[in-house]
């Protein structure tokens, strides 16, 4: 068959791949001897689809072998009908926060509106995303529901937390667009990390009920993509026990799977075929036809998680026919892109164009028509940060670290940064309530700091062999009572010694009516910088106590001119005590507090350029004079 044939061919597959495993309370019928005997454990046939799949993907690999890997994702990626779709919505309709993500909900969405609908006993809509980052799931069902049933959309997301300092940051996507505007939204679990293979059953039997639950969960497994299912499974594992803790009866369960030719695999989807009403496996048009995912739609949940959960042959046989269904299409695609690399002609590249324009015209035609044409933006396009430095182009640190030190001649701003805190956004400080903390359980005090919100990720990845020291985690983490020299005007104290304990003492003495520092200079070693969300946060407290802050050539950072506002400095003072009390008391601390002033204080420009051109600076420098 000719190249032009297969792809109108494929194209037009692409739009109706789904397989319904159950609709209403019976399975559809299929061939299969004593379809309600119990499945007798003879999984032969599956595993002959697992090895045929294995065997396409393994060409896969010799080819990339032999060839650069991004002349291969190039030519895959000119053969993904919808790879511009994202970018042709952006543009045509103005939908800023569009991505792949958001157009395969779309189309779940616009196939199964059910999910969408709120309950007829119930005011309100809630729903939770897991493994959501960066959000395009929500911002879809946001433009799904419309205007009209906004207002009653109450809903909460979960992702690996991009400013926890202790998540690998290979392992995030540190997009915080909508997580920045949505902090009180977010769930991070019990342990801040937002690892949800870290939430204990206690915290998943604590979380609300909702009406919708979807779980977009991943990660890479390029470097074994035979065994993606068995790497995935205990995240997609974990996913499925949160959502039936945290659906209500009648609710409506979304997530993303790959093969199921595993036994554990096909035993959990057994056990959703017996507590929903509807199941459903479909693969949206705009997901790449070469890879292996799929989403199970889960329809009308039954509240009774305990049911039994027998797998019939008749079961079976459904899963292995849906198993083959999306097998032969993935094996299709492979063996298309491997018979076309380096063998298409211009002609063909031009009637590949032409058929991926009319895909995207044809998925528009079928699911734009749902979106409510009024969209409020449920955040902003930029982040706080994003018009300074949070999202810095790795590529121009890495021309600078290639270019040499020619390049690297910035210097710290000669003159002091004015830092002013309006009354009213200091009510955290001020208004008697509950810390806005982040606390976790003791952190060991071997774990390196890997990811910091305040340093471009490429330079700190480079600087991560020269023994970097946050500001709060000196070298032996002794306990170290800061001078108290409340009668000199200039006080001066090495970073490099000081812990959480101290940082806190030192504040509250700084804070004191009677205390005469008028200067406070923080001396810092190459390697000493602020990483961490507590280092973050006391610089803040500091440009709260001061009214202006220098940075000098020699890394010294130089506060001065204290605050005359007696009203702030107590609610300080008395706002840092209770810190110590809470979690330094005498005995030993079994709580870590991470961070103790509101995230919106980073977002300040003056605090986070000055913070994040501190580290830079210095991380280049020590990248440089290796």
């Known amino acids: 068959m000719s190249v032009e044939k297969t792809y109108t061919e494929f194209l037009r597959e692409i739009f109706h791949k789904a397989y319904i495993l159950k609709s209403g309370h019976t399975l559809p019928i299929v061939n299969s001897p004593d379809y309600s005997v119990e499945f007798n454990g003879n999984y032969v046939e599956?595993?002959?689809?697992?090895?045929?799949?294995?065997?396409?993907?393994?060409?896969?690999?010799?080819?990339?072998?032999?060839?650069?890997?991004?002349?291969?994702?190039?030519?895959?990626?000119?053969?993904?009908?919808?790879?511009?779709?994202?970018?042709?919505?952006?543009?045509?309709?103005?939908?800023?926060?569009?991505?792949?993500?958001?157009?395969?909900?779309?189309?779940?969405?616009?196939?199964?509106?059910?999910?969408?609908?709120?309950?007829?006993?119930?005011?309100?809509?809630?729903?939770?995303?897991?493994?959501?980052?960066?959000?395009?799931?929500?911002?879809?069902?946001?433009?799904?529901?419309?205007?009209?049933?906004?207002?009653?959309?109450?809903?909460?997301?979960?992702?690996?937390?991009?400013?926890?300092?202790?998540?690998?940051?290979?392992?995030?996507?540190?997009?915080?667009?909508?997580?920045?505007?949505?902090?009180?939204?977010?769930?991070?679990?019990?342990?801040?990390?937002?690892?949800?293979?870290?939430?204990?059953?206690?915290?998943i039997l604590n979380l609300p009920k909702f009406h919708l639950v979807t779980a977009d969960g991943s990660f890479d497994v390029r470097d074994e993509p035979e065994n993606q299912e068995s790497l995935v499974f205990p995240l997609i594992s974990k996913e499925v026990m949160i959502a039936l803790h945290c659906l209500e009866p009648g609710g409506n369960f979304v997530f993303k799977l790959f093969t199921f030719f595993n036994q554990e695999t096909i035993h959990l989807l057994n056990k959703l075929?017996?507590?929903?009403?509807?199941?459903?496996?479909?693969?949206?048009?705009?997901?790449?036809?070469?890879?292996?995912?799929?989403?199970?739609?889960?329809?009308?949940?039954?509240?009774?998680?305990?049911?039994?959960?027998?797998?019939?042959?008749?079961?079976?046989?459904?899963?292995?026919?849906?198993?083959?269904f999306f097998c032969i299409q993935q094996e299709n695609a492979i063996r298309f892109n491997l018979e076309t690399f380096n063998n298409l002609s211009v002609t063909e590249k031009c009637f590949i164009n032409e058929k991926n324009f009319e895909a995207i015209t044809r998925w528009q035609e079928l699911n734009l028509n749902i979106l409510d044409q009024e969209k409020p933006e449920i955040v902003q396009i930029l982040s706080p940060w994003a018009n300074d430095s949070w999202h810095i182009d790795t590529n121009k640190w890495q021309e600078v670290i290639q270019k040499g030190k020619d390049l690297a001649s910035s210097k710290f701003p000669s003159q002091p940064v004015e830092i002013y805190w309006a009354m009213d956004s200091l009510t955290w400080l001020i208004d008697a309530g509950k810390p806005d903390v982040v606390v976790v359980k003791k952190v060991d005090e071997k774990a390196k700091i890997r990811h910091s919100l305040?340093?471009?990720?490429?330079?700190?990845?480079?600087?991560?062999?020269?023994?970097?020291?946050?500001?709060?985690?000196?070298?032996?983490?002794?306990?170290?009572?800061?001078?108290?020299?409340?009668?000199?005007?200039?006080?001066?104290?090495?970073?490099?010694?000081?812990?959480?304990?101290?940082?806190?003492?030192?504040?509250?003495?700084?804070?004191?009516?009677?205390?005469?520092?008028?200067?406070?200079?923080?001396?810092?070693?190459?390697?000493?910088?602020?990483?961490?969300?507590?280092?973050?946060?006391?610089?803040?407290?500091?440009?709260?106590?001061?009214?202006?802050?220098?940075?000098?050539?020699?890394?010294?950072?130089?506060?001065?001119?204290?605050?005359?506002?007696?009203?702030?400095?107590?609610?300080?003072?008395?706002?840092?005590?209770?810190?110590?009390?809470?979690?330094?008391?005498?005995?030993?601390?079994?709580?870590?507090?991470?961070?103790?002033?509101?995230?919106?204080c980073f977002h300040r420009s003056e605090v986070y350029n000055a913070i994040s051109f501190y580290n830079n600076k210095k991380c280049l420098d020590l990248t440089l004079s290796a």
């Open 46 to 203: 599956i595993v002959k689809l697992e090895v045929a799949l294995n065997e396409a993907k393994a060409h896969t690999g010799e080819v990339l072998k032999m060839y650069r890997e991004n002349e291969w994702r190039a030519h895959t990626a000119s053969l993904h009908p919808l790879k511009q779709l994202p970018k042709v919505l952006r543009q045509k309709y103005g939908l800023p926060f569009c991505t792949q993500a958001y157009c395969k909900f779309t189309e779940i969405l616009a196939q199964h509106p059910v999910l969408a609908e709120i309950p007829v006993k119930s005011d309100e809509f809630r729903t939770f995303h897991l493994c959501e980052a960066p959000g395009g799931f929500v911002v879809a069902l946001r433009d799904f529901l419309g205007e009209s049933r906004i207002g009653n959309w109450k809903w909460r997301m979960n992702t690996l937390n991009p400013y926890n300092e202790f998540n690998n940051p290979a392992s995030m996507l540190l997009d915080d667009t909508i997580i920045c505007r949505n902090l009180d939204k977010m769930e991070f679990g019990q342990d801040d990390t937002g690892d949800i293979l870290n939430w204990s059953v206690e915290f």
């Open 454 to 600: 305040f340093v471009n990720s490429y330079l700190l990845r480079e600087s991560v062999d020269k023994n970097l020291v946050d500001f709060a985690q000196g070298p032996h983490y002794a306990h170290h009572v800061p001078p108290k020299a409340i009668n000199e005007p200039i006080l001066s104290v090495d970073a490099f010694q000081m812990d959480k304990r101290s940082w806190l003492e030192l504040m509250a003495n700084l804070s004191k009516h009677e205390n005469c520092v008028e200067e406070l200079r923080i001396l810092a070693r190459q390697n000493n910088l602020m990483l961490s969300r507590f280092a973050a946060s006391t610089f803040v407290l500091l440009s709260v106590i001061f009214n202006s802050v220098q940075f000098e050539e020699t890394g010294v950072i130089v506060f001065k001119n204290k605050l005359n506002v007696d009203s702030v400095l107590t609610a300080a003072e008395k706002y840092i005590t209770n810190l110590l009390n809470a979690y330094f008391g005498e005995d030993e601390p079994t709580e870590e507090l991470l961070r103790f002033v509101p995230m919106e």
């Open 273 to 324: 075929l017996h507590l929903f009403y509807e199941v459903v496996i479909r693969k949206p048009s705009c997901s790449k036809a070469s890879n292996s995912e799929v989403y199970v739609i889960c329809i009308g949940f039954n509240g009774n998680t305990d049911s039994d959960c027998v797998l019939t042959n008749g079961y079976y046989h459904k899963f292995l026919d849906c198993a083959r």
